[in-house]
Nanobody, 127 residues
Framework: QVQLVESGGGLVQAGGSLRLSCASSGRTFSSNAMGWFRQAPGKEREFAAAISRSGISTYYTDSVKGRFTISRDNAKNTVYLQMNSLKPEDTAVYYC????????????????????WGQGTQVTVSS
């Protein structure tokens, strides 16, 4: 069973950057595709970025393309989300999630495709 712990959230001014980390415990991290989701106050949780088990494939929602970068280090059992040029509308609780995967190259964009979630980390972008 994988357990996920996010870190790196905080308060930043618009235009600034943050790097979120999601550390995984357990020996199956490299067998999981990973994703980042976010939930703003009063809104539903939405997909932000995903990376395949191998790290070869990545996918982003349109609103973060060109600003966010997802990456993973399987040796450190950690997935990252580098967020640049942050905007107030990026304010949300950010969650990482893991999806068991046997293909290696697939990414997943729907929350119901993920079976393990972290507790979330707050990102607040001030204008």
């Amino acid at each position: 069973q994988v357990q996920l712990v996010e870190s790196g959230g905080g308060l930043v001014q618009a235009g600034g950057s943050l790097r979120l980390s999601c550390a995984s415990s357990g020996r199956t991290f490299s067998s999981n595709a990973m994703g980042w989701f976010r939930q703003a106050p009063g809104k539903e949780r939405e997909f932000a970025a995903a990376i395949s088990r191998s790290g070869i494939s990545t996918y982003y929602t349109d609103s973060v393309k060109g600003r966010f970068t997802i990456s993973r280090d399987n040796a450190k059992n950690t997935v990252y989300l580098q967020m640049n040029s942050l905007k107030p509308e990026d304010t949300a609780v950010y969650y990482c999630a893991a999806a068991g995967d046997t293909f290696g190259y697939r990414v997943y964009t729907h929350s119901n495709q993920y079976d393990t979630w972290g507790q979330g980390t707050q990102v607040t972008v001030s204008s």
